[in-house]
């Protein structure tokens, strides 16, 4: 059985991921950590540890403690944020996984960290984004994203550490919200759809990314993390997407359960460049050959369920 330390874990994912853990391998066996400390059921229904990322010997000392064999590093701003406070950014960003890499060295652990498809950039393909291919993201998040892709590399070329991450589109979810990323609209659409029936974009129309449902990517995670190693040619990081859509697209999906949902748009000039920025559609067939990877949720299937699990909340 495992045993799993989970930072960042009151954020969009790992609230998430780490209650789906502790149903696969056991309430005690994931050991949740994040800056804040809630009264979230990740805090309450299992180990919980407050833990700032930055700090690596705190890090090693609760991993140590525990006796965990696997980190899963989640803590990290995301594009918007860290456009915004590049500093803080790459402190907070690359200290952390850093000090999660070390930490995983040091206690022999297996490791996983998101990547994203902000690790590429303007001069990248922008259709069926090949797994291997230029990578030049322009923001600060991206930067992060291709340096932590890199140093996982080492650390499993160098140390033998077990390293495998993926490279994550946005994230949609009905649990927690994300905060401070470009896909965001993507799940406030959703909330807003529920509340009010009209939206206004910060995306414009015509901009596609890369989206998939959470219960997706949970299970890519795990289904990673379980793969046989000695199949993997790549570890850090695997494309991964489930559909590539526009701000229209998920409006239209919308108006098949609430055909008088109004969307509507005011550019946010920094999300949308930045979007601008990151391929249209990403190709997850390294995944798929190399592990498995299969998404169940495409748009329509997702905004089902997204609508009827926000109607309950
Ligand atoms: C963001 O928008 O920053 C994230 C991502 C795609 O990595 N959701």
Not at 75 to 89: D, G, I, Q, V, W
Not at 162 to 175: A, C, K, W
Not at 263 to 288: C, F, G, T
């Amino acid at each position: 059985m495992k045993k799993i330390l989970v930072t960042g874990a009151l954020g969009q994912i790992g609230s998430e991921l780490t209650n789906r853990m502790r149903e696969v391998y056991g309430s005690d066996n994931v050991i949740a950590t994040d800056i804040r400390e809630t009264d979230s059921p990740v805090v309450k229904n299992g180990p919980f540890e407050q833990l700032d990322v930055t700090n690596g010997e705190k890090m090693f000392d609760i991993a140590k403690t525990h006796n965990v064999d696997t980190v899963i590093h989640l803590a990290a701003l995301l594009s918007a944020t860290a456009e915004a406070k590049p500093l803080l950014a790459w402190n907070l960003n690359m200290g952390g996984l850093v000090n999660a890499l070390e930490t995983s060295r040091e206690l022999g652990c297996q490791f996983f960290t998101p990547s994203s498809i902000g690790a590429f950039g303007p001069s990248t393909p922008k259709d069926s984004t090949p797994q291997d291919t230029i990578m030049r993201p322009t923001t600060m998040y991206g930067v992060n994203k291709v340096s932590g892709e890199l140093l996982s590399d080492y650390y499993f070329t160098k140390f033998g550490v077990d390293t495998r991450g993926l490279r994550f589109p946005g994230l949609i979810s009905y649990e927690t919200l994300p905060g401070g990323g470009t896909t965001d609209y993507a799940v406030e659409i959703y909330y807003e759809a529920i509340k009010h029936n009209e939206y206004t974009s910060y995306i414009g129309e015509g901009t596609y990314m890369d989206m998939m449902y959470m219960p997706d990517a949970l299970n890519a995670i795990i289904d990673l993390m379980e793969a046989d190693g000695s199949k993997l040619e790549h570890r850090n990081s695997f494309n991964v997407s489930a559909m590539s859509v526009a701000p229209e697209d998920i409006a239209g999906a919308i108006r098949v359960h609430q055909p008088d949902f109004k969307l509507d748009y005011k550019v946010d000039p920094v999300r949308q460049s930045i979007a601008e920025s990151w391929p249209n559609a990403i190709d997850s067939s390294a995944a798929m050959n190399e592990w498995g990877f299969k998404a169940e949720y495409d748009l329509a299937k997702m905004t089902s369920d997204m609508l009827d699990k926000l109607k309950t909340k």
